[in-house]
């Protein structure tokens, strides 16, 4: 028997050289940031919903998107996600079709605490050259407010309407030229320097959403947000996994993988899952349980499928991986098509896997985890009649992978990526992404 162990949390988790939390027992707490600029501060009253504006377009990074829409509403925002493009539905990078809540016109009048600009390519563009969003930035940049953006969206956005002017910011590694001639660059993975909050990519995206938060709402509040979410502590490092029993995964040409969703599915692990299983040339499809291709995530973010999960049954798999999400894991958990999936891929011996409630909810009441090693989400992981590996963040044992919740999910379907195509290629992904050090 194999084994691979994650190595023990660090004492010190730091975001970028200017923001840096500690990590005990405790819940995660986030010190001062340092700034070379007028400082610049949201009243911290969690009473009231703070408004947050989230564009996008067709081609914007879907984990972006999603990963900061999540976690602002974890925190409390109330966050309207806004579609510069003349429908509501806007077709994201990867091949992940995101519903926005408004067309952006109806937000032109509206006021908002902060603005924040997902990246991707060409979606950036697409928010620079929208005339309402940059005069709607504009003005809220005068009106002394929060704004921010990651990846593309400083260099491609924010720098052409000249907004970081004298203003300390970093983005995605490829796009820090064009920002050295709008801004003044560092490679800290999330900056801010006065009303701005800028950062580096898909890897960066969840510490990121962590600074908005505590921004907008205190310490106390991003400090419970990032403790809910089982946040990694080693930002930037190489990831890890425990591997148990280890056999090779095997696929002809490219792995096929279904990726069912349901309403209340998380959203943040689904769209890690898929944008990074398919950033590595995987064939996924995304298929619903539900009645219909639409589904509504648990933090409300509008997801559109592949196809029905009828449909999708008709094809065989290279793997199955369920994302969480209470009411989505309920919802697989009830889906006697999914569940007779899984039962067969199992039999086979071929990989399935599953993430944060769903090992516990969907998994072990359908025999899936017997005489095997799984994780959970903590407070799930009672519900596991082996609990002896439920502290390591990702399990693989055999053709079984499993890990705890959406501040995971990047290091789970890395591991995917590992298990199909050798850890060289997991690698580079990380470090494409930023998830790792470039």
Not at 180 to 202: C, F, H, I, M, Y
Not at 230 to 239: A, K, L, T
Not at 257 to 263: K, T
Not at 325 to 354: D, R, T, W
Request: net charge neutral; glycine share 8%; proline share 5%.
């Amino acid at each position: 028997m194999a084994l691979r162990h994650l190595t023990p949390l660090s004492p010190r988790l730091h975001l970028s050289p200017f923001i840096t939390f500690s990590r005990t027992t405790a819940p995660l707490t986030f010190p001062a940031f340092s700034t070379s600029r007028k400082s610049f501060s949201v009243t911290t009253m969690t009473s009231t919903a703070r408004k947050v504006l989230v564009p996008v377009a067709d081609g914007t990074e879907p984990m972006e998107a999603v990963i900061m829409i999540d976690v602002l509403r974890r925190g409390g925002a109330d966050v309207t996600v806004a579609s510069v493009e003349k429908e509501l539905r806007v077709d994201a990078c990867h091949g992940v079709k995101l519903v926005a809540d408004a067309p952006l016109s109806d937000c032109a009048g509206e006021d908002y605490d902060l603005i924040s600009l997902p990246g991707g390519m060409p979606g950036a563009a697409h928010l620079r050259d929208c005339t309402i969003l940059e005069g709607l930035t504009k003005k809220h940049v005068d009106d002394g407010r929060l704004y921010a953006a990651i990846c593309a969206a400083p260099a491609v956005a924010l720098g052409s309407w000249g907004l970081l002017k004298g203003v300390k910011a970093t983005c995605h590694p490829s796009f820090m030229e064009i920002l050295a001639s709008t801004a003044n660059v560092v490679e800290s993975r999330v900056q801010k320097d006065g009303q701005a909050v800028t950062s580096r990519g898909p890897g960066t995206t969840i510490e990121f959403s962590l600074v908005l938060v505590e921004q907008l709402y205190g310490k106390e509040k991003a400090d419970e947000v990032a403790g809910a979410m089982v946040m990694r502590s080693n930002h930037g490092d190489e990831y890890k996994i425990t591997e148990l029993n280890p056999v090779e995964w095997k696929f002809d040409n490219a792995p096929q993988i279904l990726v069912p969703i349901a309403n209340g599915t998380e959203e943040m692990e689904t769209v890690m899952i898929i944008d990074i299983l398919r950033r590595a040339s995987a064939k996924v499809v995304v298929a619903s349980v539900e009645d219909k291709i639409d589904i509504l995530a648990s933090r409300k973010v509008k997801l559109v499928a592949d196809m029905l999960l009828e449909d999708a049954a008709k094809l065989s798999y290279d793997l199955i991986v369920l994302p969480g999400g209470l009411g989505g894991a309920q919802a697989f958990a009830s889906s006697e098509k999914l569940v007779n999936l899984l039962k067969k891929q199992m039999e086979s011996n071929k990989p399935y896997g599953a993430i944060c409630a769903s090992p516990a909810l969907v998994l072990e009441p359908h025999g899936l985890l017997k005489g095997k090693k799984a994780t959970a989400y903590p407070p799930m992981c009672n519900k596991l009649s082996d609990q002896s590996e439920v502290e390591n963040r990702v399990v693989v044992d055999g053709y079984l992978i499993t890990s705890r919740g959406p501040g995971t999910s990047m290091e789970f379907a890395l591991a995917i990526v590992e298990k199909f195509m050798g850890r060289k290629k997991a690698l580079e992904l990380a470090k494409a992404m930023v998830f790792m050090h470039p």
